[in-house]
């Protein structure tokens, strides 16, 4: 399982440091595509294992080819996909496409949530945390 967060830079070639902890559960091959948490204020990248990736693929296959809206979802997800290996220093590779549609220049945050990363820069991160906790103030 994925827990915690972790601060990283996104190198000059565009490579990214994986936490030790969670290589054994992402393995050597992490697919890499948008995030998918459906607002253009949220941007981040999701990665996950293979496995997981095939689990989603299974749901993915239920829905319904006339069902325009997930249909499109679905475009953006798999067009933007990319299987990513890690290198000997757990690091990988991000496609620049990647990098630019999240904002990823430097400091990033990684976020374990259960059987996926979500890779935030910094700044995003912090203000989208931000907004979570006086959310809930505000419910209180």
Not at 36 to 43: A, C, I, P
Request: glycine share 6%.
């Amino acid at each position: 399982m994925l827990i915690n967060s972790f601060e990283h830079n996104v190198d000059a070639k565009g490579r990214l440091f994986i936490p030790a902890k969670w290589r054994e559960d992402l393995g050597s091959t992490i697919i890499i595509t948008r995030g998918m948490l459906g607002k253009s204020d949220r941007r981040c990248l999701f990665g996950m294992s293979l496995t997981t990736w095939d689990m989603l693929l299974e749901r993915y296959n239920k829905i319904a080819m006339t069902d325009v809206k997930a249909q499109n979802a679905l475009r953006m997800t798999f067009a933007n996909a990319c299987d990513c290996e890690l290198d000997k220093q757990g690091r990988i590779l991000l496609p620049a496409e990647l990098r630019a549609y999240a904002g990823l220049e430097k400091d990033v945050t990684i976020i374990g949530n259960r059987n996926h990363a979500e890779i935030w820069a910094t700044e995003a991160w912090n203000e989208r945390r931000a907004a979570v906790t006086n959310a809930q103030r505000a419910e209180r």
